[in-house]
């Protein structure tokens, strides 16, 4: 076991190779901050991406307008046969009547519609159900279902296909994000990973003749380690420090303005998927990941301890 004396020395050790190699860990450092920044970029615009299909599906529904003069109960049966459905959330009537009196409201102000309003000897609008699904994938089965031969008598027209563009288009681009992102992570964490590699190997190098004069003295094979390990430590701490600094005016300005722009009732600082914390904490776990990987590999193949 270590004592906190052997553990000091361990980090001062590696403090001290650090520095001796400055340029090749500034160059390790420098090639985690990349991988870092990629994988924090990907990340929001999946968490934005993700959000926006979320504010979408809680905006977007599917409209049905009935045949004109069809009679009330005709329409509750259907509405109650609808919300039979388990992917079916939520279910809004509209009368004809309420209808007619929205759109009088709306545009009272139109001296010219209210005169036509008033023309009128029947309600030209129809009553309409709202229909909200648990997910955005649902909402394609249920309008062809309000679209088969059981409603055709009953139902004028169903308004899903403008809806059904945006979503599918949020869709593919979220699926891009993942996949491309996947694999650009991926890359630049293997690079990564062979920066450190290297990096830790040539210290090893340099360090051979102290390493066996360790061995002599009894050195335990941790306290050999150790300086290693923390050497890949610090590269994963400056990387970083250096990413946070880079992300703080994404999250301090940028995210903000889109967030408004999406849903201005986000509270952007309490939400998971854009608190700033959360996401420097995901970093520097990913990064001691790469880092402890890298170093263990060199360690195990170029110091036989």
Do not use: C
């Not at 509405?79 to 409201?105: C, H, L, P």
């Not at 450190?196 to 380690?225: F, P, S």
């Not at 701490?237 to 005016?249: D, K, N, R």
Request: hydrophobic share 50%; aromatic share 12%; proline share 3%.
């Amino acid at each position: 076991m270590l004592d906190s004396i052997s553990f000091l020395r361990i980090i001062k050790t590696g403090l001290t190779n650090f520095g001796r190699n400055l340029w090749l860990s500034f160059a390790a450092s420098m090639v985690m901050t990349t991988t870092l920044v990629i994988f924090a970029t990907l990340f929001l615009l999946f968490a934005l991406t993700n959000y926006s299909l979320k504010t979408i599906q809680s905006t977007v529904d599917i409209s049905v307008y009935f045949k004109i003069g069809l009679a009330e109960e005709q329409i509750n049966n259907i509405k109650n046969d609808i919300q039979q459905d388990s992917r079916v959330k939520e279910i809004s009537y509209v009368s004809a009547t309420q209808a007619f009196e929205e759109f009088k409201t709306r545009h009272q102000d139109d001296p010219l519609i209210t005169q036509s309003l008033n023309e009128l000897t029947e309600n030209p609008l129809p009553a309409t159900l709202h229909v909200k699904t648990n997910l955005l994938e649902d909402y394609p089965a249920i309008a062809e279902i309000l679209q088969s031969d059981k409603y055709k008598d009953f139902v004028d027209k169903v308004n899903f296909e403008d809806n059904r563009v945006v979503i599918e288009r949020l869709n593919k681009i979220l699926k891009f994000i993942v996949t491309f992102g996947l694999g650009l992570v991926a890359v630049f964490a293997i690079i990564a990973i062979l920066v450190i590699y290297n990096t830790i190997t040539l210290t090893i190098y340099n360090r051979k003749e102290e390493v066996e004069i360790m061995r002599l003295v009894g050195a335990t094979n941790w306290y050999i380690r150790g300086p290693f390990l923390a050497e890949g430590v610090l590269y994963s701490l400056l990387a970083v420090a250096v990413s946070g600094l880079l992300l703080f005016p994404v999250f301090s300005k940028i995210i903000p303005k889109i967030t408004d722009y999406v849903n201005p009732q986000l509270n952007f600082y309490g939400h998971n998927f854009f608190n700033y914390w959360y996401l420097l904490l995901s970093l520097l776990v990913l990064a001691l990941v790469l880092s402890t990987v890298s170093t263990f590999f060199a360690i195990r193949k170029y110091l036989k301890i």
